[in-house]
């Protein structure tokens, strides 16, 4: 079965400063792989996702997302952060009928 | 495209009552759907996937009786927390698939319902 992994539950950044928040999964054929956004009491967002093709996949809000098949990982980046990214972020790994999320990471902007 | 809606977005009822919540997708045919609950600051967990008019599949650990599941048409599907509990209070998230001729039918997810048991 599918797991993804996020190793950090908590980000702290400085408003300006560039972003990357780890993902690694776990899953035995090519990978649907997602980065979400949750703001307090809010849904999710979709932020990019990567099904196939270029390994460097764009987003929306700046980000983007690599993936690496030798690694495992399909981490998010963005080159500057604002202080409206401060929220929550999920990564997912899906198949088919399935999606695993990751525990999330937290990110917080300090000004 | 491929707009989801919940309704209500909150709900707040007594102990003992039940109480029903509503996902729609709006702008397409889904044959899937799945329930999502997220407790606070915790990840989404998968309660169950129903498929369009057969009996949902629920993950292990979720009562089936406390959580009913409809899955009537191809635009919408219900979850029915059944004589709730304070313990019951939590985000439910619902998400909807459209079948495609491709392997992956990706799932697009609603806003939510922030379900609250006094």
């Known amino acids: 079965a599918q797991s993804v992994t996020q190793p950090d539950i908590h980000i702290t950044v400085s408003e300006g400063a560039s972003l990357e928040l780890r993902c690694n999964y776990s899953?035995?054929?090519?990978?649907?792989l997602f980065w979400y956004v949750q703001s307090p009491g809010q849904g999710l967002q979709l932020l990019l996702k990567?099904?196939?093709?270029?390994?460097l996949v764009q987003g929306i809000k700046g980000f983007e997302a690599e993936f690496k098949r030798s690694q495992s990982s399909f981490n998010l980046r963005k080159p500057s952060v604002h202080w409206s990214d401060a929220a929550e972020y999920f990564c997912?790994?899906?198949?088919?009928?399935?999606?695993?999320f990751g525990a999330g990471t937290r990110l917080t902007v300090k000004p | 495209g491929a707009v989801v809606s919940q309704h209500p977005s909150w709900v707040i009822c007594k102990s003992g009552t039940s109480v029903k919540i509503e996902c729609r997708s709006l702008?397409?045919?889904?044959?899937?759907m799945f329930w999502y609950r997220q407790f606070p600051k915790q990840s989404l967990m998968l309660m169950a996937t129903?498929?369009?008019?057969?009996?949902?599949?629920?993950e292990q650990g979720v009562e089936k009786d406390k959580f009913l599941i409809n899955h009537a048409s191809l635009t919408l599907s219900t979850l029915t927390v059944t004589s709730a509990h304070p313990e019951d209070s939590s985000f439910y998230i619902c998400?909807?698939?459209?079948?495609?001729?491709?392997?992956?039918?990706?799932?697009?997810f609603g806003p939510g319902t922030r379900l609250t048991v006094l």
């Open positions: 998400s909807a698939s459209p079948w495609t001729p491709t392997a992956y039918n990706e799932q697009f």
């Open positions: 899953y035995g054929a090519t990978p649907y």
């Open positions: 990567y099904f196939s093709g270029d390994t």
């Open positions: 997912a790994v899906g198949a088919v009928n399935d999606m695993r």
């Open positions: 702008d397409f045919q889904a044959t899937t």
């Open positions: 129903s498929n369009e008019g057969s009996k949902a599949t629920y």
